[in-house]
């Protein structure tokens, strides 16, 4: 079955404490991206990935970080979390950007940092 | 960066027509799309319509879009129970970004 996998689905942490939200594909797509989802600010892009070791920053990266050694994962990386980081967060890929290349979505992980 | 503003939420009576409005300021936008979420889940996408187009009929879906005024709407004709979700606008360019709305809630009450 096609599909993204977040893990873990649920998190609670402290502040500082280093966490790694992982992501992967199973459909050799290309293009990867995170994205945080709050209230009444809809999807914002965290950090994206085109292909194996090329990232770029989204619209909100300060505070994390990512990496693409392997075309299926993707992890994104809180050194330090603060609460401000607390929100849900989405993984998704694609083989290209636009017209009929459908955008996969994982399950999404709530993240709460106290 | 790119906004897109579409309203938080919109309550239809099931068996009525549901209509999403959305509008975007990136007038290089190539690719418009509309995905769904339901509670608890990620998001799919519904539907997308190219900034060449004016309109895209898909079943109960009709998407359309008037480029002067960068307006998109998403209409859901005979609107069940099953379409309650979060209903989100979003703008791609060939710069591999997709920018989001805040996303419509829409109930279906009966």
């Known amino acids: 079955e096609a599909q993204v996998t977040q893990n873990p689905r649920y998190l609670i942490t402290v502040t500082g404490k280093k966490l790694t939200v992982t992501c992967s594909q199973n459909m050799n797509h290309e293009y990867m991206s995170w994205y945080r989802q709050d209230p009444g600010l809809g999807l914002r892009q965290i950090y994206y990935?085109?292909?194996?070791?090329?990232?770029d920053k989204g619209d909100v990266p300060e505070g994390y970080k990512v990496s693409r050694k392997e075309k299926r994962n993707f992890p994104l990386i809180l050194e330090s979390p603060s609460p401000n980081q607390t929100s849900l967060y989405f993984c998704?890929?694609?083989?290209?950007?636009?017209?009929?290349?459908?955008?996969?979505f994982g399950q999404g992980t709530r993240l709460t940092v106290v | 960066g790119e906004d897109v503003e579409q309203s938080l939420f919109l309550s239809v009576r099931e068996g009525d027509s549901s209509v999403i409005n959305c509008t975007y300021t990136?007038?290089?936008?190539?690719?418009l799309y509309w995905y769904k979420q339901e509670p608890g889940a990620g998001l799919q996408l519904l539907t997308y319509i190219f900034s060449n187009m004016d309109m895209k009929q898909d079943q109960r879906l009709t998407v359309l879009l008037n480029k002067k005024d960068k307006h998109l709407s998403l209409r859901i004709a005979d609107t069940q129970t099953g379409d309650s979700a979060i209903y989100f606008c979003?703008?791609?360019?060939?710069?591999?970004?997709?920018?989001f709305g805040a996303g419509t809630t829409v109930t279906v009450r009966a």
């Open positions: 990935s085109m292909n194996v070791e090329v990232t």
């Open positions: 979003a703008e791609g360019s060939n710069d591999y970004k997709l920018s």
């Open positions: 990136d007038s290089s936008s190539t690719y």
């Open positions: 998704a890929s694609s083989p290209g950007i636009g017209g009929n290349t459908e955008a996969f």
